[in-house]
């Protein structure tokens, strides 16, 4: 069965900083990987996926994320941090087009001026 | 197109009464998800349908609770005799059958029914 983990809860870092939050999955099959955002009171936005291809995705807002399959990740960077990047991020892996998606426990990011 | 759209946006009930929510998805996605939230961890998955038909449900998805796409287009989850530990955001998302453009599974959300049982 498919699976996320993402360590820790909570991520800070200064304005500026780089941003890196951790995620490994577990699938049986190749898997397509997704990184979403969630703002206070709304919905899950998408911000990045992989399916197949470049190992390396590229999102909105800046961010980033690369697929290594020898070590079963998918970290999410971003190079410069932005206030506005506050937010509760989850990483979430399908096995396939049409497998239903399996997210992790989800990191606060909280970004200090 | 104004996205996934889910009502009510917030529900207080008392334990043990009945409550539903519904969700208006993107009128050409085919497929709704519905999945809970509790603080802390991140979105579980609870069932899905492709049209009118309920395809796949979770164990997490208990007797108490319904969910009915009746004509392929909104859908509701009704969840009976609630109990405290219900209290969750409840979220809808949709997609295409054919996964989108890139065919790659990507769900729109709605912006969620937070339900606290009292």
């Known amino acids: 069965a498919q699976s996320v983990t993402q360590l820790g809860s909570h991520v800070s870092v200064s304005e500026g900083a780089l941003v890196l939050l951790r995620c490994n999955y577990s699938?049986?099959?190749?898997?397509?990987l997704f990184w979403y955002v969630q703002y206070p009171n709304q919905g899950l936005q998408l911000l990045l996926k992989y399916t197949t291809g470049a190992t390396l995705v590229k999102g909105i807002n800046g961010f980033e994320a690369e697929f290594k399959k020898s070590e079963t990740s998918f970290h999410l960077t971003k190079p410069s941090a932005h206030m506005s990047d506050a937010a509760e991020y989850f990483c979430?892996?399908?096995?396939?087009?049409?497998?239903?998606?399996?997210f992790g426990k989800g990191i606060t990011l909280s970004v200090r001026p | 197109d104004t996205g996934v759209s889910q009502n009510p946006r917030h529900k207080i009930t008392k334990r043990g009464q009945n409550v539903t929510f519904r969700c208006d998805p993107i009128s050409e996605h085919n497929r709704l998800y519905w999945y809970r939230q509790t603080l802390g961890q991140g979105p579980e998955f609870l069932t899905y349908f492709q049209n009118e038909a309920q395809l796949e449900k979770s164990r997490l998805l208990s007797d108490r609770f319904s969910a009915e796409r009746p004509k392929g287009s909104f859908s509701t989850l009704e969840i009976q005799r609630t109990e405290q530990g219900d209290s969750a955001m409840y979220l809808c998302?949709?997609?295409?059958?054919?996964?989108?453009?890139?065919?790659?599974?990507?769900?729109?959300f709605g912006a969620g029914s937070r339900l606290t049982v009292l």
């Open positions: 699938s049986s099959v190749p898997p397509y």
């Open positions: 979430a892996v399908s096995e396939g087009a049409n497998s239903k998606l399996t």
């Open positions: 998302a949709s997609r295409p059958s054919n996964g989108g453009a890139s065919g790659a599974n990507v769900l729109t």
